[in-house]
């Protein structure tokens, strides 16, 4: 032990002493012979050149240690590097992901969510519309490449349903959705065994999953994928959690967001007519009702026609992208819900979009800094003040604004999940991050061989239909 120690000492004292230790040159044959070692004193040990090397060694060993452990960690994504997707490092592997879809005709029940009571809604009718990604999502996972035809492979678990759709062509009720989704929930002994932890569900409007009226005692541990973050103006609790579910985009007319091929082609700045525009309904809504009487007071700044949902002077899909991108600026307030299609569509007419929408959630914020690419304005504010505020913001600024959400609008377009970037493929990097290892809940329990039971201690694999829900 003494002898280690006196070695580290030895070292020490190399290092901190370089001149004593330097390098002499060859002793001749005449030249004196050196003080004995016991002249030096116990505190200036022989620095030979094995010691030297050893100080070197122990000094480049520190330095890389010490570099090693102070580095940063690997970056996290962020929207700077969009251009070849947001998350070029961070795509997550098919290894890693499995998704097995629930087909429509392995539940009794589910094929109703998709195509109504008597089997008359397509999806090819729900695909149209802003609320379509619940059809977009179904068949971009069926030809996903991480999915799975073996459940017992998948990490998540993908139910497919229409309901919106099939609720607005009057294919089902409120109340026959509710006890559609009981009986196909009651089916699935893979949402039993986790709860609904690893069960993911689409619902694809401003209504959030309140669409399942008991989606709080059923889905309340899902994975909820929908545009909308808040839903407390009308039902007094939003079903929307940030820590489990995930904020999709709308989906933007087809027609827009064909990259070279789009319907109608944005302005040059210095052409557009307006200031700003809102091209919505009021609703019956302040913020709404405020803009249509500022459009009144300041006509030459502000376009705000009425939209007629019908008859010969019905505003068409073209006419409303062109009035769209005749301003610089495309205000977005809230109506029946925080979220609005129009702060979507804003950027494929290339127009910058300003939030009026105070509660609004916004997706995909692990890569996307929003102040680059669009303003949020107080709707307690909305007055000849915002447009003074818009006015006074430099042109220069308005450019770059567009010019990164050029950039970025492709994270709005539901592409393949193969695409660097696309909507599915941002789906699926956040999906990645709800991947647990291990399934259980309240009603699940675990032996000493790994076999996993109910309370009965029936094993998985042996749990019969319908299962006991909460």
Avoid at 142 to 162: G, I, M, N
Avoid at 186 to 212: C, E, T
Avoid at 220 to 244: C, H, M, Q, V, Y
Avoid at 271 to 293: D, H, S, T
Wanted: aromatic share 10%; with cysteine.
């Amino acid at each position: 032990m003494q002898a280690h120690l006196t070695g580290l000492h030895t070292l020490l004292h190399c290092i901190y002493s370089p001149v004593r230790c330097a390098t002499l040159p060859p002793a001749s044959p005449t030249a004196a012979a050196p003080s004995p070692p016991t002249m030096r004193g116990p505190h200036h040990p022989h620095c030979t050149r094995a010691h030297q090397a050893g100080a070197l060694l122990l000094v480049a060993v520190t330095f890389l240690l010490t570099r090693l452990l102070s580095a940063p960690p690997p970056p996290f994504p962020t929207s700077r590097s969009a251009t070849q997707g947001p998350w070029p490092d961070l795509a997550p592997h098919h290894d890693h992901l499995r998704i097995y879809v629930y087909n429509e005709d392995e539940i009794d029940g589910l094929r109703a969510l998709l195509r109504g009571r008597d089997n008359t809604v397509s999806a090819a009718t729900c695909l149209k519309g802003q609320w379509g990604t619940q059809v977009k999502i179904h068949q971009l996972l069926l030809k996903s490449r991480f999915r799975t035809l073996d459940k017992d492979e998948a990490h998540l678990f993908f139910v497919p349903s229409y309901v919106k759709c099939v609720r607005m062509t009057g294919a089902l009720t409120d109340k026959e959705i509710n006890q559609t989704y009981v009986k196909v929930l009651s089916q699935m002994p893979y949402f039993r065994r986790s709860g609904g932890r690893d069960h993911i569900f689409v619902f694809p409007s401003g209504a959030g999953a309140h669409l399942f009226r008991s989606w709080a005692t059923f889905l309340n541990r899902s994975i909820i994928l929908t545009p909308e973050g808040d839903r407390t103006d009308k039902r007094g609790i939003s079903a929307f959690n940030t820590w489990k579910d995930i904020i999709i985009p709308g989906n933007v007319d087809d027609s827009m967001v064909k990259p070279g091929a789009r319907a109608v082609q944005p302005i040059p700045l210095t052409r557009r007519k307006y200031l700003a525009n809102f091209l919505g309904r009021a609703q019956g809504k302040v913020g709404r009702l405020k803009l249509i009487e500022l459009a009144k007071q300041y006509p030459d700044k502000l376009e705000s026609p009425q939209l007629k949902l019908s008859g010969p002077d019905k505003l068409g899909r073209l006419d409303y992208f062109k009035h769209l991108g005749n301003a610089k600026f495309c205000l977005a307030p809230r109506g029946e819900s925080s979220w609005t299609l129009r702060f979507y569509e804003s950027f494929f007419v290339e127009c910058v979009p300003v939030l009026l929408s105070d509660e609004v959630e916004l997706p995909f914020q692990n890569v996307i800094d929003y102040t680059e690419i669009s303003i949020k304005w107080p709707s307690s504010k909305i007055g000849p003040e915002l447009f003074q505020y818009l006015e006074s913001i430099p042109e220069e600024r308005v450019e770059e604004m567009i010019a990164r959400g050029r950039e970025m609008r492709c994270m709005w377009v539901y592409g393949p999940d193969t695409e660097p970037c696309s909507a599915m493929t941002a789906i699926m990097w956040e999906l990645q991050r709800k991947v647990r290892r291990f399934h259980q809940s309240a009603q699940t329990f675990w032996l000493h061989n790994m076999s996993i039971m109910n309370r009965d201690l029936v094993e998985f694999h042996q749990w019969r239909t319908p299962v006991p829900l909460p």
